[in-house]
T-cell receptor, first 115, second 112 residues
Framework: KAGVTQTPRYLIKTRGQQVTLSCSPI?????VSWYQQTPGQGLQFLFE???????NKGNFPGRFSGRQFSNSRSEMNVSTLELGDSALYLC??????????????FGSGTRLTVV | KQEVTQIPAALSVPEGENLVLNCSFT??????LQWFRQDPGKGLTSLLL?????REQTSGRLNASLDKSSGRSTLYIAASQPGDSATYLC???????????FGGGTRVLVKP
């Protein structure tokens, strides 16, 4: 069973540019969550998508957005990049239903460096 | 607001010693608690999931306990090995489909 796939693994962007990251969840999973990890703030929740709808959102500025497609693959976009956006971006896959008690499976992450 | 704390932030032990990692959370109304391992520059690997109705979970050399009333979970790793060196993170969910709130992690070094 394939795991969670994140692409690309590494990105270097310039301040002011925008970037799109991709996440393919485990087959059959309908929920994809995104997290930002930095040395100073640790792991922080960005947003969660379930069946193409944003179900939960963290406290990040509107420059951070996402979407989910009908095949459950998700993308997150960061516009007008700032140096502080440099981080490891992780996505997590889960079945997503509210009736079951499940854990989350994480991908290997995308390392974004803003210069 | 749920807050999760892991103390100590770093731990160094000789090979063969048992590891005890602590996690505390402020709101006892959790849905489940999950322990993860993270190697430098890598993603998170799930180790154990404890549902709110459970007291403990075991997998091989790993055992995790949960005491909701006191807001604590402990991860025990028996007979540590150098390959256990990593950062260990605990995370709680307060509802199904809800976000995970992470602790800051404990960085473990097992010396040969």
């Amino acid at each position: 069973k394939a795991g969670v796939t994140q692409t690309p693994r590494y990105l270097i962007k310039t301040r002011g540019q925008q970037v799109t990251l991709s996440c393919s969840p485990i087959s059959g999973h309908r929920s994809v969550s995104w997290y930002q990890q930095t040395p100073g703030q640790g792991l922080q929740f960005l947003f969660e998508y379930f069946s193409e709808t944003q179900r939960n959102k963290g406290n990040f500025p509107g420059r951070f957005s996402g979407r989910q497609f009908s095949n459950s693959r998700s993308e997150m976009n960061v516009s007008t990049l700032e140096l502080g956006d440099s981080a490891l971006y992780l996505c997590a896959s889960s079945p997503g239903g509210t009736g079951d008690n499940y854990g989350y499976t994480f991908g290997s992450g995308t390392r974004l460096t803003v210069v | 607001k749920q807050e999760v704390t892991q103390i100590p932030a770093a731990l160094s032990v000789p090979e063969g010693e048992n590891l005890v990692l602590n996690c505390s959370f402020t709101d006892s109304a959790i849905y489940n608690l999950q322990w993860f391992r993270q190697d430098p520059g890598k993603g998170l690997t799930s180790l154990l999931l404890i549902q709110s109705s459970q007291r403990e979970q075991t997998s091989g050399r790993l055992n995790a306990s949960l005491d909701k009333s006191s807001g604590r979970s402990t991860l025990y790793i028996a007979a540590s090995q150098p390959g256990d060196s990593a950062t260990y993170l605990c995370a709680v969910a307060v509802a199904a489909g809800n976000k995970l709130t992470f602790g800051g992690g404990t960085r473990v070094l097992v010396k040969p």
